[in-house]
Every structure is written in structure tokens, then in C-alpha cells.
């Protein structure tokens, strides 16, 4: 089994979708690169897909067929991993809907996780990484085991989160269902992405 690194961007702005939409359902893909060959499968950023009502057969396959296309022609990643915040506080287990299209995610990649955030400690200032990554076996989810799930450095990243949270960042974040209601809407988020970029610079003392 391999190893899983979560990047900052692609944490951040799955707690920022989550954020966004605090009493519905959302979800997104996650995109990076690795796994079972090279030993760590390296989640660098998300996608957010969509809110409330998961989405139908056609929208999703538009979905992650432009996301795809655009991951690997711009981005040079690939889709890797799923994620998922349910709608109760109470609920983190993952539902009909995200094992299907986990599993279509699967296609694109043998070694994709299932990542569901935990909505209980899911807060400004989390003690502990609030989210549950699953893998794959025998055609089942199941928890990876959690000495194979890797941070960078969680206390940078948990501070860069509390920043943006606390800064309403998170009522700018565009989701594919967004998108879709408006094409003007940039679904890739590139302006919290270079947020995010900043805010490591600055606390890493540099200006550039």
C-alpha cells in the first residue's frame, strides 16, 4: 500500500467548499499524481464538483471529462481521489453516491482514494486533520490505515485554512455547478490558488 500526501492547496479548498455550502452536501475530485508504483500517491489540489443535490450521469461525465482533459494539458496531473462532506454534522460515512462515483473516478486512476471530510471537527481551527481517506479493495472502500496519510507540515497548513475561513474566502470559491449556472465562473479557482501561494510566501518572509 502506498503512501497518501495531502497537499495545503488541495485541503484547504476542500474545507473552503464545505464552508461555502455549511448545511448541504458537496463534493469534488482530487487531482495529482504517483501511486502504488512510486510508492505515494500526492493529492495536490482539488476540483469542487458540486452542492446539495450530488450530480446526474450527464453532468458528471461533462464534469470530469473537461476537468480531466484540463488537468493533464495544463496542470500535468491527472484525476486521483474523490471527496466528499455530507449534509448532517453527524454523518462522515460515505454514501451511495460517493461510492459510485468514486468508483468512476477509479477508472481514470487504479489507485484513487475516497476522501470524506469529518463535519464534527471540520472547524477554523482543527486539532486534527478532520477528513477520512479510503481506498480501494476487492471492490470495496475501505479506511487507509492512517500512519500512510502524510502532511507537509499540518500546522502551516491548519494556519493558512484558519486565515482564509476567517477571511470569507470561501464565499468566492466556484464549484462546477456554479460554473455551469454561469460560464463567466472560473471553476478552477485560480485566484485561491494563488492566495494560498501568498499566504506561504508572506509567512515564509518572502514578498516575490
Known amino acids: 500500500m502506498c503512501e497518501v500526501e495531502i497537499s495545503m492547496q488541495a485541503y484547504v479548498k476542500m474545507c473552503l467548499h464545505a464552508a461555502r455550502y455549511p448545511h448541504m452536501a458537496v463534493n469534488g475530485v482530487l487531482l495529482g499524481y504517483g501511486g502504488s508504483r512510486t510508492g505515494c500517491l500526492y493529492l495536490m489540489d482539488c476540483v469542487p464538483l458540486s452542492h446539495g443535490l450530488l450530480p446526474l450521469s450527464l453532468p458528471l461525465e461533462v464534469a470530469l471529462s473537461q476537468i480531466d482533459f484540463w488537468s493533464t494539458e495544463e496542470e500535468g496531473q491527472r484525476l486521483v481521489g474523490y471527496y466528499q462532506a455530507n449534509a448532517s454534522l453527524n454523518d462522515k460515512s460515505p454514501s451511495t453516491a460517493a461510492l459510485r462515483i468514486a468508483g468512476r473516478v477509479s477508472e481514470y ?21 478532520p477528513v ?30 484558519k486565515v482564509m ?16 449556472d454561469d460560464i463567466r465562473k472560473d471553476w478552477t479557482n485560480q485566484d485561491i490558488n494563488v492566495e494560498i501561494a501568498q499566504l506561504v510566501s508572506t509567512a515564509n518572509g518572502s514578498t516575490g
Not at 486512476?109 to 486533520?129: C, H, K
Not at 480501494?136 to 494556519?159: C, F, G, H, S, V
Not at 475561513?165 to 455551469?180: C, N, P
Request: hydrophobic share 45%; net charge positive; no cysteine.
Open 109 to 129: 486512476f487504479e489507485d484513487a482514494v475516497l476522501i470524506m471530510l469529518d463535519n464534527r471537527s471540520l472547524s477554523v481551527n482543527p486539532g486534527i486533520p
Open 132 to 161: 477520512i481517506v479510503l481506498q480501494q479493495k476487492d471492490r470495496r472502500w475501505i479506511p487507509k490505515d492512517k500512519t500512510l496519510i502524510m502532511w507537509r507540515n499540518w500546522e502551516e497548513i491548519r494556519r493558512v485554512a
Open 165 to 180: 475561513l476567517e477571511s470569507k474566502t470561501h464565499g468566492r470559491l466556484v464549484d462546477f455547478d456554479a460554473h455551469l
